[in-house]
Each structure stands twice: as structure tokens, then as C-alpha cells.
């Protein structure tokens, strides 16, 4: 475990920032909970949280070490990953307004596994890791269990911070009852998932 409650507090406070934060993610997360209810985000909180985690795993285990030395791996993950944000994105832009209709055929909706394969693809995801891992799991013999704890707590910490986007997304589905508020929603959500796709580059 980490090895005490002020060097877990420090990494807390970061772990809530990175989770709470806009971001692609949670734009996701706000973007179903809204049309498709509460229990349609919860696949993409779980494979989102879980996802993250596993890469601070990745990252703290040496894996992340291509990602400092080669400046192409970085590049081929930054633009796999804004195509398939952009993609998605798409899909929100032009989602049918007949999807507020609970007795509309269903749609085929972002879940657990492709919100996981997200961060793995995802150049912010990993250049967090980086800096999780230099930052807080240390050196020594206690680095792996350090490492180890780091991505427990950052998975369980993300869980509450992006379910808070999706009850915000479930509050404000009241206001998007007329199928023209929801297509507005949808493209509003879509921009947004757009502009923190792109914003990337500039990291």
C-alpha cells in the first residue's frame, strides 16, 4: 500500500482532479446518462475507470517507457484516438431525435469494453500515468505494491467523480423531453466531445 496517509491524500486530491474534470470521457458519460438513462453509463464509467487504472499498471510496470522514447508510438495513439472520438462524436451529431421515445428500437451505444480500449488509445490517459507514476509510486522494493495501489485508488476514486456526470446527465434529460431540445442536446454534446478531442494535439 502506499506508504502513508500523506502521500495518499496528495494523489487523492490529483486522482479526483483528473477524474472530475471535463474531458472526452465524461462528455460521454453525460451524453448517454441523458438519452439512455442512468444504467447506460455505467458500462462506460466502469470500462473508463477500470481502463485507466490498468494503464497506470501498464505505465508503473515499464510498459509506458515507448511512449517517452518514441515520439511515433505517442503520435499513431494521439491520432487513433481523436478518429475515434471524432467518430463517436459523429454519431451523437446525427443520433436520431426519436431516441428519447423509450419504445424506439435501441441503438447501438458506447459499452464496457470499447470505453476501456478508449484509454488505451487515448494519449492523455497514458501521459497522466506518467506522471502518476514519477510522481507517487516511489523507488525501492515497495515501487510494484505502490504502483499497484495507485491504480486500485485512482479506478476507485474515478467511479464516483464520473457518475456525478452521469446524475447530471440524468437531470437534465427533463429538460430534453420535444425531440428538437434532444437533437440540440446531442449536437451540443457532440461539439463538445469534439473540441476536447482536438484540443489534444496541444498537449
Avoid at 95 to 102: E, K, L, R, T
Avoid at 138 to 167: D, I
Amino acid at each position: 500500500m502506499l506508504s502513508s496517509f500523506s502521500s495518499l491524500l496528495p494523489f487523492m486530491l490529483f486522482a479526483i482532479v483528473a477524474s472530475v474534470t471535463p474531458g472526452p470521457n465524461n462528455i460521454l458519460v453525460l451524453s448517454n446518462s441523458a438519452r439512455h438513462g442512468l444504467a447506460a453509463a455505467l458500462p462506460i464509467i466502469l470500462g473508463a475507470g477500470a481502463g485507466a487504472a490498468v494503464i497506470v499498471l501498464l505505465v508503473g510496470s515499464g510498459v509506458g517507457g515507448s511512449l517517452a522514447q518514441l515520439p511515433q508510438v505517442r503520435t499513431g495513439m494521439q491520432w487513433l484516438g481523436i478518429a475515434w472520438l471524432s467518430y463517436l462524436a459523429w454519431q451523437i451529431f446525427s443520433a436520431p431525435a426519436s431516441d428519447i421515445n423509450p419504445d424506439a428500437a435501441p441503438v447501438k451505444r458506447l459499452g464496457l469494453l470499447g470505453a476501456a480500449s478508449l484509454q488505451l488509445i487515448n494519449p492523455k490517459v497514458w501521459m497522466m500515468a506518467l506522471a502518476v507514476v514519477g510522481v507517487f509510486a516511489g523507488s525501492g522494493a515497495e515501487r510494484q505494491a505502490h504502483v499497484l495501489s495507485l491504480s486500485l485508488v485512482f479506478f476507485l476514486v474515478s467511479l464516483p467523480c464520473m457518475s456525478l456526470w452521469a446524475m447530471l446527465g440524468v437531470g437534465s434529460a427533463r429538460l430534453f423531453r420535444s425531440p428538437l431540445a434532444m437533437r440540440r442536446f446531442n449536437r451540443c454534446m457532440a461539439l463538445l466531445l469534439l473540441v476536447s478531442t482536438w484540443l489534444s494535439l496541444l498537449v
